[in-house]
């Protein structure tokens, strides 16, 4: 019988899934003495800190889980739940953590990277141990903004290191009590591999020392992120399907809409291809009250089940009041959502409104961004930019922010800058995409997902203009999206404009070229990827 940890702040569905699918039964600590009568006791921490340290404390469960620890009895912390592990983190100062381990917990340096560190990154074992042996050629799933330090005083305790910038302890272990900064149950099968030794009590036998397990060597990489993208909405039957447009178009030229296939089918088809991450957009959500959505919840719900890899859903993330005249907050759109499955939730037309609204006052507070970044970590809310260019004769034309472009417009005009849009692409508005994702980065949003009407189902590759300027303004990881037609545009992608992670559709469902086939030619182009 496992324990979960489970402290009510914020999504742990998917390490519920994860544990269901390895076929072990859960239950959940619900006073303080469950703690101590747990047999195994899993800790996914969630959100701040600070915030989960008091909430351990309120609800009594520091000193039980104190003493679970010293006893060394079977433990596995799981990202926040392997740092509250140390003294003290900088994300809360002043708040003392469980101070098992020695050390404090440290925020990434401002530099060139992009925080969070977010995706797939390598483990550096430092010694053998059961828990991570013989996986450690294998990437995993990070997302955090801190990281536990390593110091001669916790050395006994670091199982694996990672890089990005610094070096930092990625999973530790002593006796019975392990923990990892990754996410195993959001890392593939490898993933499931590491949660399923510790499940099965493989990691927790006594350590052997052998020569053919010594620790492993050499800095590891973060891999760029390749995402399959699904656009979902009714068809005109009403059923939910998999659409794709053409400069955001979706409708064959006979009216219906076009039709590519399931929602939860095509997402398992892109997990078993090999995809880092799978993104669902409910296209028409603008005009829907997503809770009434109950078949695209079901799809998350079906989705989430069976692919063990990060969620997005994107559609209709704003408040709304409903036909009785209930009024629903963003955050509660956004938690159900969470609780359906997703890992992330993306932003679209509502960010254009938050932007207009901070240029006119300023934030206090009570936007979506900060709302859902509040309760479900920076890490959770994706701000998705519909922009297309607007072609400009001169920068003193216009505002907004722009940009010379090597590829004229119309006229020949030599700047252009690029027009949010709502609504789909319905309706333009006097927000660049620069600004709203420096706005959006500053009111809390974990990262960018930048499309280009100009370029989406053209197949003539992303607009390396765009996606190299945004990145430019800002320091959250972006994802570029449309336009991809072949393995060397995800190459562009990346060297030329520095994006994190590349998003594609039409290519992916027509099976024009398979997400292999993009892995091997970065893999060529010397680009890291997940294998
Ligand atoms: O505004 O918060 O309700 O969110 C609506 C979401 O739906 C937004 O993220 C918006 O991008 C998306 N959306 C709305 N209408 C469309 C449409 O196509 N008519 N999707 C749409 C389009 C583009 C990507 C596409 C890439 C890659 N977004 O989803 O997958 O362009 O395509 P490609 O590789 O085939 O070129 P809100």
Request: charged share 25%.
């Amino acid at each position: 019988m496992i324990s979960l940890l489970d402290y009510g702040a914020g999504n742990v569905r998917s390490v519920r899934n994860a544990i269901a699918k390895l076929g072990f039964e859960l239950i959940d600590i619900r006073r303080p003495r469950d703690i101590l009568d747990a047999e195994y006791l899993i800790f996914p921490g969630v959100g701040a800190f600070g915030a989960a340290m008091q909430r351990l404390d309120a609800l009594g469960y520091t000193e039980p889980l104190k003493e679970y620890l010293a006893a060394d009895r079977p433990f596995l912390g799981i990202c926040l739940g392997l740092q509250t592990l140390f003294e003290a983190s900088e994300e809360s100062p002043g708040i003392a953590g469980l101070g098992l381990i020695p050390g404090q917990v440290r925020r990434f340096p401002e530099s060139a990277l992009a925080v969070p560190h977010m995706g797939w990154n390598g483990l550096r074992l430092q010694r053998p141990g059961p828990l991570l042996t013989g996986l450690d050629a294998q990437r995993f799933y990070f997302v955090h903004s801190f990281y536990a330090e390593s110091t001669a005083e916790n050395a006994g305790w670091v199982l694996a290191e990672t890089d990005y910038g610094a070096s930092f302890v990625s999973a530790v272990q002593r006796g019975r009590v392990a923990a990892v900064q990754f996410h195993p149950e959001k890392s593939g099968q490898d993933g499931l591999e590491v949660l399923r030794r510790f499940l099965s009590g493989e990691a927790l036998q006594p350590e052997r020392e052998s020569a053919a397990e010594q620790g492993t060597s050499g800095p590891t990489q973060l891999a760029r992120r390749v995402i399959a993208c699904l656009d979902v909405r009714s068809n005109d039957a009403g059923d939910l399907v998999v659409t794709k447009g053409d400069q955001y178009d979706v409708r064959e030229p006979g009216g219906a809409v076009r039709n590519l296939g399931k929602p939860v089918e095509l997402a398992g088809r892109y997990y078993d291809e090999g995809a880092d991450e799978i993104t669902f957009l409910n296209i028409t959500a603008f005009r829907d009250f997503p809770l009434a959505d109950q078949p695209m919840l079901e799809v998350l719900r079906r989705t989430s089940e069976n692919v063990f890899v990060p969620l997005t859903i994107g559609g209709g993330i704003r408040a709304f009041t409903d036909a009785d005249g209930h009024g629903y907050s963003a955050l509660d759109v956004a938690g159900e959502y969470f609780r359906s499955g997703a890992d992330k939730v993306s932003i679209g037309s509502e960010a254009v409104a938050i932007v207009e609204a901070f240029r006119a006052s300023g934030g206090d507070g009570s936007s979506a961004i900060e709302q859902i970044a509040t309760v479900y970590g920076n890490q959770a809310v994706v701000i998705s930019v519909d922009p297309r260019r607007v072609y400009v004769d001169s920068p003193d034309a216009t505002e907004r922010t722009t940009i010379e472009t090597a590829l004229p417009g119309p006229n020949g005009e030599r700047f252009c800058w690029f027009q949010c849009t709502v609504k789909g692409g319905r309706e333009g508005r006097d927000v660049d995409a620069i600004e709203l994702a420096r706005v959006c980065e500053q009111l809390g949003a974990g990262e960018i997902l930048l499309n280009s009407i100009d370029r989406d189902g053209t197949g003539s590759g992303f607009d390396l203009e765009l996606v190299a300027a945004v990145r430019a303004a800002v320091g959250i990881p972006v994802i570029a999206s449309s336009g991809a037609g072949s393995p060397e545009h995800f190459t562009q992608v990346f060297q030329s404009a520095g994006a994190e992670a590349a998003l594609a559709a039409g290519i992916f469902h027509r099976r024009e070229v398979p997400i292999a086939s993009v892995k091997a030619r970065l893999r060529d182009d010397g680009i890291p990827v997940r294998d």
